[in-house]
């Protein structure tokens, strides 16, 4: 949008190159308003990426070993996304010392963190989407250990979140999970999908379409990608919206009877 501004003042008061100048400046603000601040310079987002990952890896092996002993559950989901991402053999090498170091009892997240924000902390939904897939990696073998739930109140501290904030993204996670294998039939199904929405039924029909919207757009490939998330983690990102929308259709089809 503007960039069709900048294009029209650019040439109407400062002719040809005027109107370069304001595609130019248009495409700027733009990429920020749908990326953030962070997002505006494209060729930093292979640094993002490889940051990205790096503290992923770290963080799923100090989730793992919090609890005191690292579970061969835990261990068959880091392989898992290992796949997803499909990893070349040295860096599967590298995934796996990452995941090691961060399981170390004398580690710790501090370092890992402030290189994250220097980096990826500008962007929109990166800290979101790296907080949920935490959270995920956390109920791997059941439900979220104490020690689990420590670190990742810790890291989401780090990445901005107030305690309340925190306490209502784990909550949407899990209830968003309950539709991972499809709509499930259950009585308690509804109520789910309103906590996967982080909403609930005293909420009116706009409210609700504007929090599914809200998060729908958080999972935007398109976005991601332009954000510095890996591509090939957009098809984990297209799960976790899929799971959105079907709460969503639950809630809808309840409330058109």
């Known amino acids: 949008m503007y ?32 990326y953030g601040a962070g997002g505006i310079n494209p ?5 993002r990426q ?27 989901h880091a392989e898992l996304l290992m796949q997803k ?11 796996i010392a990452l995941f090691k170091r961060g399981a170390d009892p004398g580690f710790t997240l501090e370092a890992t963190y402030a290189r994250f924000m220097s980096v990826c902390g500008h962007t929109r939904h990166l800290k979101q989407v790296l907080l949920v897939y935490l959270i995920a990696m956390a109920t791997a073998d059941g439900p979220i250990h104490p020690a689990e739930e420590g670190v990742l109140a810790d890291i989401a501290n780090r990445l901005g979140f107030d305690p309340t904030a925190f306490r209502q993204l784990i909550d949407m996670v899990l ?22 929405l982080g909403v ?47 709460a969503h259709d639950l809630i809808e089809r309840h409330r058109k009877i």
Do not use: W
């Open 3 to 34: 960039k069709l501004i900048g294009v029209i003042a650019g040439f109407y008061f400062f002719g040809f190159f005027g109107a370069l100048l304001g595609l130019l400046l248009g495409s700027i603000i733009d990429r920020a308003r749908a």
């Open 43 to 47: 060729l930093q987002n292979a640094l």
């Open 50 to 76: 490889g940051v990205f990952l790096e503290t992923m890896f770290i963080s799923m092996g100090k989730l793992a070993k919090a609890d005191g002993q690292v579970s061969q559950a835990e261990i068959e």
């Open 85 to 95: 991402l499909g990893l070349t053999a040295e860096h599967r090498v590298q995934a």
């Open 175 to 196: 209830n968003q999970a309950h539709f991972a294998a499809g709509q499930p039939s259950t009585e308690a199904a509804l109520d789910d999908a309103y906590r996967a």
């Open 200 to 246: 609930s039924k005293d909420n009116t029909d706009q409210e609700i379409k504007r929090a599914y919207r809200k998060l729908i757009s958080q999972y935007h490939p398109d976005k991601l990608i332009g954000q510095g998330l890996p591509e090939d983690m957009i098809a984990l990102a297209s799960e976790k919206a899929k799971e959105i929308q079907l």
